[in-house]
Nanobody
Framework: QVQLVESGGGLVQAGGSLRLSCAAS????????MGWFRQAPGKEREIVATINWSGSNTNYADSVKGRFTMSRDNAKNTVYLQMNSLKPEDTAVYYC????????????????WGQGTLVTVSS
């Protein structure tokens, strides 16, 4: 079992930045690929970014490429999402998720989820 707790969400103006964190506990963190997902009101959950166990491989949704950066610190059991040049359409609840194996860009294959942290971007 893996427990995930997100933090760092809040209200920011368009063009601003936020850094989300996701702290993991339970099993060996480096055994897991991680993903960030988001869900806006009235919309389906969508992929934001994924990272492999070592942090050497990241993938991003087209909507956030060049603006968001995902990273991890296995010594701290934490994964991060640095969000720059935020837009109102980035407003959503952001979730981190974990799975053993490759970091696929598909929510249904992730086994463990955090409770989410709300990001609101004002225009």
């Amino acid at each position: 079992q893996v427990q995930l707790v997100e933090s760092g969400g809040g209200l920011v103006q368009a063009g601003g930045s936020l850094r989300l964190s996701c702290a993991a506990s339970g099993r060996t963190f480096s055994d897991y690929a991680m993903g960030w997902f988001r869900q806006a009101p009235g919309k389906e959950r969508e992929i934001v970014a994924t990272i492999n166990w070592s942090g050497s491989n990241t993938n991003y949704a087209d909507s956030v490429k060049g603006r968001f950066t995902m990273s991890r610190d296995n010594a701290k059991n934490t994964v991060y999402l640095q969000m720059n040049s935020l837009k109102p359409e980035d407003t959503a609840v952001y979730y981190c998720a974990a799975r053993r194996g490759t970091p696929l860009m598909l929510a249904t294959v992730y086994d463990y989820w955090g409770q989410g942290t709300l990001v609101t971007v004002s225009s």
